[in-house]
């Protein structure tokens, strides 16, 4: 088949997300996208690995849909995958206004009636390819299933940690916002701390650097790095000193009672980096739209995570 006529791949994504973390959803993606969804169901041209997303549960690389089950099952007919086993997963949509019962035994019924028409080897325990059956807006479904891993959750048990630091779930979003793709982009976090954020994008295989200018917690944010068998270059700098040139910085700006920093300093912060990198994340607990525009931002998108009457701003600008 030419380049003219390949057929484009749909992607289906489900997502889950609790009520406050809505705001922060919709931004990531947005920014993953160019679009969001209000249904918790999300479907795209592009391919992003669910694992990718604290927010992602799992993704259907669609090779058939049809309008109704019977048609669905003619085409997976057709299928041949000799020499691998396999197994059928029926992914809940979840949405209220669904018409297919989504009950245990119909879900089991699905996915056993889709299997018995596959031309290959069923195996539940240690299938070799793993498939999909959906029912989402008013189609059937069926393609290849990727279920997403909460690599996030791992990072959580890192050997330093800061009271006031992101929580790896909200860094690993901020990351996905700065750094939807991050082929050929060059980043910085330059108020990195303990390093929450930099495991989160080194992790993804993010060229990242981290750098921040107090030297007594530089040795713990090294050793959260390697705990995780990531490596990536960590440096003793004030952001007003970096020169070299970064497409993004995810800035959190420091606000705990050892690093009380005066409009002054932000205004001072933002300007270098306002310099140094051509897209800046910033992460904020309290009002910053004028000092952004003083440094000569444009604020592109935002977001709200609360926490209890906790809450943090995520800004991104150019």
């Given at each position: 088949?030419?380049?003219k006529h390949k057929k484009i791949t749909t992607y289906i994504y489900t997502y889950a997300h609790y009520e406050n973390e809505l705001s922060l959803c919709a931004l990531e993606m947005r920014s993953l996208f160019g679009s969001e969804s209000q249904t918790g169901i999300l479907e795209s041209h592009l391919k992003i690995d669910p694992s990718r997303s604290p927010f992602i549960k799992e993704r259907i690389d669609v090779i058939y849909e049809g309008d109704?089950?019977?048609n669905l099952l003619k085409q997976v007919a057709s299928l041949q995958i000799a020499g691998e086993t396999f197994k059928v997963v029926y992914v809940k949509n979840g949405f209220p206004k669904i018409s297919v019962d989504e009950g245990f035994e119909n879900r089991r019924a699905i996915e056993k009636e889709i299997g018995l028409h596959i031309s290959g080897i069923a195996d539940i325990h240690h299938p070799?390819?793993?498939f999909g059956v959906m029912n989402v807006n008013g189609r059937w479904v069926f393609g290849d299933y990727v279920k997403g891993e909460s690599v996030w959750f791992r990072h959580q048990q890192k050997p330093h940690s800061y009271s006031t630091a992101l929580n790896t779930r909200v860094a690993r979003a901020v990351v996905n916002i700065a750094i939807p793709d991050p082929i050929g982009i060059k980043a910085i976090d330059p108020c990195c701390g303990i390093g929450t954020v930099l495991v989160e994008a080194l992790s993804m295989g993010i060229d990242i650097v981290g750098s921040d200018r107090n030297p007594l917690i530089l040795?713990?944010?090294?050793e959260n790095i390697k705990h995780f068998g990531l490596s990536g270059e960590v440096k003793l700098a004030d952001i007003r000193d970096i020169t070299n040139q970064y497409d993004v910085a995810?800035?959190?700006?420091?606000?705990?009672?050892c690093s009380v920093i005066t409009p002054d300093e932000q205004l001072e912060m933002l300007r270098s980096a306002r310099q140094f990198a051509n897209k800046v994340v910033v992460v904020t607990v309290e009002p910053i739209d004028e000092i952004l525009l003083n440094a000569g931002f444009i604020i592109i998108d935002r977001?709200?995570?609360?926490k209890g009457s906790f809450s943090r701003e995520v800004i991104v600008c150019k």
């Amino acid at each position: 088949m030419d380049e003219k006529h390949k057929k484009i791949t749909t992607y289906i994504y489900t997502y889950a997300h609790y009520e406050n973390e809505l705001s922060l959803c919709a931004l990531e993606m947005r920014s993953l996208f160019g679009s969001e969804s209000q249904t918790g169901i999300l479907e795209s041209h592009l391919k992003i690995d669910p694992s990718r997303s604290p927010f992602i549960k799992e993704r259907i690389d669609v090779i058939y849909e049809g309008d109704s089950f019977q048609n669905l099952l003619k085409q997976v007919a057709s299928l041949q995958i000799a020499g691998e086993t396999f197994k059928v997963v029926y992914v809940k949509n979840g949405f209220p206004k669904i018409s297919v019962d989504e009950g245990f035994e119909n879900r089991r019924a699905i996915e056993k009636e889709i299997g018995l028409h596959i031309s290959g080897i069923a195996d539940i325990h240690h299938p070799k390819r793993l498939f999909g059956v959906m029912n989402v807006n008013g189609r059937w479904v069926f393609g290849d299933y990727v279920k997403g891993e909460s690599v996030w959750f791992r990072h959580q048990q890192k050997p330093h940690s800061y009271s006031t630091a992101l929580n790896t779930r909200v860094a690993r979003a901020v990351v996905n916002i700065a750094i939807p793709d991050p082929i050929g982009i060059k980043a910085i976090d330059p108020c990195c701390g303990i390093g929450t954020v930099l495991v989160e994008a080194l992790s993804m295989g993010i060229d990242i650097v981290g750098s921040d200018r107090n030297p007594l917690i530089l040795g713990g944010t090294r050793e959260n790095i390697k705990h995780f068998g990531l490596s990536g270059e960590v440096k003793l700098a004030d952001i007003r000193d970096i020169t070299n040139q970064y497409d993004v910085a995810i800035i959190d700006l420091p606000y705990n009672l050892c690093s009380v920093i005066t409009p002054d300093e932000q205004l001072e912060m933002l300007r270098s980096a306002r310099q140094f990198a051509n897209k800046v994340v910033v992460v904020t607990v309290e009002p910053i739209d004028e000092i952004l525009l003083n440094a000569g931002f444009i604020i592109i998108d935002r977001a709200v995570v609360k926490k209890g009457s906790f809450s943090r701003e995520v800004i991104v600008c150019k």
